[in-house]
C-alpha cells in the first residue's frame, strides 16, 4: 500500500497521546491552549496515485467544493489515523455525508427525511397496555 500522507511532529514537540493527556486535564488553563498543540507537519507522497488526481481536480476546477471536501477529508483522516483528536466533529462527520452522497450519485438536496414508500407505516403502541405493572 502506498501511503498518501503523513503528520509528524518536531522532536522536541507534543506526541498525539501527550496532546491527548493534557486536554483531559481537569485543572487545565485554556489560555494556554496554542503551547498544548503540536505543531505538526502534513508529508505529501507526491507519486500517490489519490494526490495526483487531486492535484488534477484542482487545477482543472479551481472553485470545485468537492475537493475541497476531498482534500480536508484526507487532513481529518490523517488526524484520527495518527492519534490527533479533531476540534470539530460536526462538520467532518457532514463532509463525509457529502462525499457519500456524491460518490452514489444522490441529489446534495434531497432530503434525509425522505419517508421510503416500501416502508410499512409504524405502528401505534396504546400506552396503557404497555404499562408495566404497578405496585402497592
Known sequence: MCITLCLVTGEHGWTANMERIMKAQALRDDS???????NMTMEINPENPIMEELRKRADTYKNDK?????????FGTALLTF????????????????????????DEDAGDAEV??????????????SKMEEVD
Open 32 to 38: 494556554m491552549a496554542g503551547y498544548m498543540s503540536s
Open 66 to 74: 468537492s475537493v475541497k471536501d476531498l482534500v480536508l477529508l484526507l
Open 83 to 106: 492519534g490527533f483528536s479533531l476540534d470539530d466533529l460536526n462538520t467532518f462527520g457532514n463532509r463525509i455525508h457529502r462525499m457519500l452522497k456524491l460518490g452514489l450519485s444522490i
Open 116 to 129: 421510503d414508500s416500501e416502508m410499512p407505516p409504524l405502528d401505534y403502541v396504546d400506552a396503557e397496555g
